[in-house]
C-alpha cells in the first residue's frame, strides 16, 4: 500500500459521525429451544467512550444508527458475561470535548453529550466503563506521517503534548460532572472503569507492508505517543476515589504479528481491535472489577 493511499485511508476513518440515541441491552435467552432460561440482570451499566468502545469495523451492528457500535464490542461481551443492562451510549468518532463534553454532531443531527445521557438516565448505572482520547490526540492522523513523510519531529511531539494537555482538563471536567451530579442526588458517583489503549504497534520494526514505511525512531516515538495518552487518562483517574484505571495489552498480537487484534489498513476501521481484541478489552475490565469487590 502506498504512503498516500494509507493516508487518505486512515483520514477517511479518523472522525466517524453519530446519531441515534441510547441502545439499551436486555437479557438475551441462553436457549433456542421454545422454552428459554434467562438469567436475571444484576443492575445496569452504562458504556461511554468512542469507537473503540463502539465496536467500529466488526461484523453485526446493534441498531441501526451511525455510531457503529456492533455486538461484539467490549460493552456488550461484558453485559452478557456480567448479565448488566447495557445503556450502550459510545459512538464513534467521540473525543473528550465532542462527544463527552459536547453534542456530536453528524448529518445535521446532534447526540446529546454522553455525560448528559448518562446522568439522565432512569436507572443510576452499577458500572461505568469509558474508552476515550485517540481522537483527541488524532492519532490516526499523528501515526499517518509515519507513513507518509519522517514522524516525530519536534513540532508533531509538541502537538501531541497540547492534545493531551487538553484531554486532561476535559477528563477531569467529565469526572467532576459525574461527582457533582450524584451528589446533589444524594448519592455517591457509581464505579467508572476507564481504559488506556493498546498499542497497535510491536517493538521492533515488522517485515511486513504495513509496516515497511516505519523506522525504528519513528516506531519509538509512536509507542512513546500511545504511552504518553495512556499515562494521561491514568493520572486523571487517579483523583478520583471512584475511578479505576484499566490497561490494555495486546502485546504479541499488534499490526503485522501472526495473530493480530488489530485490524489492518485493508479493513473497515484500520487501527481498531479485531474481535479477539474487544475481547481482551472485555476481559481486562471484568478482571480488574472482580479485584475490586474482593
Known sequence: ???????????????????????????????????????????????????????????????????????????ELIAKQAHYDLQFIACSGASSQVGILEGQEVNKLTLEPQIKQLTTLATKPTLITMTIGANDMSWLQIFGAC????????????????????????LTNAFDTLQNDYTKSNGTPPKVMITGYYQPFAATVQS??????????????????????????????????????????????????????????????AFHPTDDGQQAIAKAIIAREATLQK
Request: aromatic residues 10%; charged residues 20%.
Open 208 to 269: 511486513c507492508s504495513e509496516m515497511k514505511d516505519f523506522d525504528a525512531n519513528e516506531l519509538a516515538w509512536a509507542r512513546s505517543k500511545v504511552d504518553d495518552l495512556n499515562t494521561t487518562i491514568k493520572d486523571v483517574a487517579n483523583n478520583y476515589s471512584f475511578a479505576t484505571y484499566v490497561p490494555v495489552d495486546f502485546t504479541g498480537h499488534e499490526l503485522c504479528t501472526e495473530d493480530a487484534w488489530v485490524q489492518d489498513f485493508q479493513a473497515k476501521a
Open 1 to 75: 500500500m502506498s504512503k498516500m493511499r494509507v493516508l487518505l485511508f486512515g483520514g477517511a476513518l479518523l472522525l466517524l459521525g453519530a446519531i441515534g440515541g441510547v441502545y439499551v441491552w436486555h437479557a438475551r435467552s441462553n436457549s433456542a429451544n421454545t422454552t428459554q432460561e434467562v438469567t436475571a440482570n444484576v443492575g445496569s451499566y452504562a458504556a461511554l467512550g468512542d469507537s473503540v468502545a463502539a465496536g467500529d469495523g466488526l461484523a453485526k451492528y446493534v441498531d441501526a444508527s451511525a455510531c457503529d457500535r456492533t455486538t461484539t464490542s467490549y460493552p
Open 147 to 170: 507513513y507518509t513523510a519522517t514522524c516525530g519531529t519536534p513540532a508533531e511531539t509538541a502537538l501531541v503534548s497540547t492534545r493531551l494537555a487538553g484531554l486532561k482538563t476535559n
